[in-house]
T-cell receptor
Framework: SAVISQKPSRDICQRGTSLTIQCQVD?????MFWYRQQPGQSLTLIAT?????????ESGFVIDKFPISRPNLTFSTLTVSNMSPEDSSIYLC???????????FGPGTRLTVL | KNQVEQSPQSLIILEGKNCTLQ??????????LRWYKQDTGRGPVSLTI?????NTKSNGRYTATLDADTKQSSLHITASQLSDSASYIC?????????????FGTGTLLAVQP
């Protein structure tokens, strides 16, 4: 199984600033995803990170607010732009192995916006 | 609308006791059903994955069942331990191939007390 790490693990940010979250997978994965999990809620898919091209966003999420990069098969970044308190959440990176259809999750980044 | 519902929402049991968590889904087309364990402050970790043709699958003290006719699944935990305290999330995969989407339940929060 793949091991996924994220940096930072948590951060407290001021309103109006941006934060970039890094995701590193220890092996090549077919697909990478970014999820948001608000307190007491389930996971919501933000977007699928595509290698070398623009990410595919889910309804309600836009590139200007959540720009995503995936320069290679093992690394991706998610930026939360122009943050507001409503962006306070846990952001999780995930990778899927296309051969076995297994999907792994990183430990999450806990973001608090003041 | 694709939906995954779990019950109970939360559960408290004594160490050493067994428990069963329930999952009902309305997802089409069905690909597979997964149970994840999510410890507080961590990302979800896969416990089991079952396809349409599988009725049961075990992983140590965890046993998942699937009834594809009634669209129900259960996760049975035997001889619970304090470390079993976590959120258990039922996830149904919709569609086929590497591009299928995961539909997340809201989870059952389990607390195991000494």
């Amino acid at each position: 199984s793949a091991v996924i790490s994220q940096k930072p693990s948590r951060d407290i940010c001021q309103r109006g600033t941006s934060l970039t979250i890094q995701c590193q997978v220890d092996s090549q994965v077919t697909m990478m995803f970014w999820y948001r999990q608000q307190p007491g809620q389930s996971l919501t898919l933000i977007a699928t990170a595509n290698q070398g091209s623009e990410a595919t966003y889910e309804s309600g999420f836009v590139i200007d607010k959540f720009p995503i990069s995936r320069p290679n098969l093992t690394f991706s970044t998610l930026t939360v732009s122009n943050m507001s308190p409503e962006d306070s959440s846990i952001y999780l990176c995930s990778g899927r192995d296309g051969s076995y259809n297994e999907q792994f999750f990183g430990p999450g980044t806990r973001l608090t916006v003041l | 609308k694709n939906q995954v519902e779990q019950s109970p929402q939360s559960l408290i049991i004594l160490e050493g006791k067994n428990c069963t968590l329930q999952c009902n889904y309305t997802v089409s087309p069905f690909s597979n059903l997964r149970w994840y364990k999510q410890d507080t402050g961590r990302g979800p970790v896969s416990l089991t994955i079952m396809t349409f043709s599988e009725n049961t699958k075990s992983n140590g003290r965890y046993t998942a069942t699937l009834d594809a006719d009634t669209k129900q699944s259960s996760l049975h935990i035997t001889a619970s331990q304090l470390s079993d305290s976590a959120s258990y999330i039922c996830v149904v995969s919709a569609g086929g191939g590497a591009t299928n989407k995961l539909i997340f339940g809201t989870g059952t929060l389990l607390a195991v007390q000494p």
